[in-house]
């Protein structure tokens, strides 16, 4: 593994990514319906919403002024580079789960993770403002949630529970989404029962809180998991994340996988 970035101190990082993801989860708890303003992206239930983008833009604002020199990647808006990188890279998911947040269905958030140019993640937030909870981990310091007040360690799933959940989720591109049905069964068949909510980030956090016992996801971009992976994996949970892909053909075969009970 190559020596870290100067600055680059995962607690250091977090503390950034607190602020950054409060930023956009703020934008979110002001949502609206006189102001979603859906647009569809690309396809049936992939939707933006202006929400999407002022949430990235209020995370940016908060990157720039605290880490002027990191690169900026996110769902929404172009690739900031600047002119001296650091060696940090930011992911941001703005919103991950808007069409739970055009329905008013709780389970969305903001999610921001720092990673080294060497593909190491140092720390990562999954803000979710209607569930009042803040996820968050820095590498080699454990996870956290934040809930109502209250600050717990995360310690993954009981790998004894009898009744096991499963969490997963579904392609936007209808022939994947035909693949993964079909091979839904198999997967069931491991487990009492399969929860699909809708927010890739708090799925893997659901497993490093115990709420789930594993998760398994295909077609994901890095800003889903970005987060979500980390926390997971500084819970102690076995996380399998996908190769950065060179195309979209490649990225709709990868697969995001958390959780000992699929990966042992």
Not at 154 to 169: C, E, H, I
Request: one cysteine or more; hydrophobic letters at 45%; aromatic letters at 6%.
């Amino acid at each position: 593994m190559s020596p870290l970035p100067d600055a680059a101190d995962p607690l250091e990082l977090l503390e950034v990514a607190r602020e950054a993801a409060a930023a956009g989860a703020a934008v979110l708890a002001g949502r609206s319906v006189a102001g979603l303003n859906p647009v569809k992206k690309s396809a049936d239930g992939d939707w933006v919403t202006e929400f999407d983008t002022a949430a990235e833009i209020a995370v940016r604002e908060v990157l720039a002024r605290l880490r002027p020199h990191d690169v900026v990647t996110g769902e929404e808006l172009e690739t900031a580079v600047p002119s001296n990188p650091s060696g940090i890279r930011w992911s941001i998911d703005p919103l991950d789960g808007t069409t739970n947040f055009i329905r008013n269905i709780v389970y969305y958030a903001t999610s921001v993770a720092a990673v080294t140019d060497d593909g190491e993640w140092l720390a990562g937030v999954v803000h979710a403002p209607a569930l009042v909870r803040v996820y968050s981990a820095a590498r080699g310091n454990g996870a956290w949630l934040s809930e109502h007040g209250s600050v717990r360690k995360l310690s993954g799933p009981d790998p004894q529970r009898v009744g096991k959940l499963l969490g997963t989720g579904f392609s936007y591109n209808a022939e994947v989404r035909s693949e993964q049905y079909a091979a839904l069964p198999e997967l069931a068949g491991q487990f009492a029962d399969v929860r699909r909510l809708g927010s890739a980030a708090l799925d893997l956090c659901m497993v490093a809180d115990g709420t789930l016992d594993a998760y398994i996801e295909r077609s994901l971009n890095e800003y889903d998991y970005a987060a979500g992976a980390l926390i997971a994996e500084e819970a102690g949970v076995p996380v399998q994340r996908p190769p950065r892909p060179a195309n979209d053909a490649e990225r709709e075969d990868a697969v995001t996988v958390a959780g000992a009970a699929l990966l042992g």
